[in-house]
């Protein structure tokens, strides 16, 4: 069974910097498209960042240039580095992965999903 587990999560002020990770267990192919959402209490869970299996990476225009997602095979750990983070940046961070070779638009074709960590980003 493959598990996704996110940590980092936490509080942080305006302008500050987090890393998000996922570690993923049980999986015997690094076939898997690997992505970021996100989701507040009163809107739809939003796509943050993706990587496709060939390290092609993409982002919401909303983190564009302050969000990096990353990748460390040896250790089967997905990353979100964020910086100048920002008040709107707060909500519940989710990794999810899918058996593709480039990662879907529509959320609900991602298969594999995390617990979620939560960022809070303080004006």
């Known amino acids: 069974e493959i598990q996704l587990v996110e940590s980092g999560g936490g509080s942080v002020p305006a302008g500050g910097s987090l890393r998000l990770s996922c570690a993923v267990s049980g999986a015997t192919s690094t076939s898997y498209c690997m992505a970021w959402f996100r989701k507040t209490v009163d809107q739809e869970r939003e796509g943050v960042a993706t990587?496709?299996?060939?390290?092609?990476?993409n982002y919401a225009e909303s983190v564009n240039g302050r969000f990096t997602i990353s990748q460390v095979s040896a250790n089967h750990t997905l990353y979100l580095q964020m910086a100048s983070l920002k008040p709107e940046d707060t909500a519940t961070y989710y990794c999810?992965?899918?058996?593709?070779?480039?990662?879907?638009?529509?959320?609900?074709?991602?298969?594999?999903w995390g617990q979620g960590t939560q960022v809070n980003v303080s004006s």
């Open positions: 990587m496709d299996v060939d390290g092609t990476t």
């Open positions: 999810a992965g899918v058996r593709f070779w480039q990662c879907p638009a529509r959320t609900d074709q991602y298969r594999l």
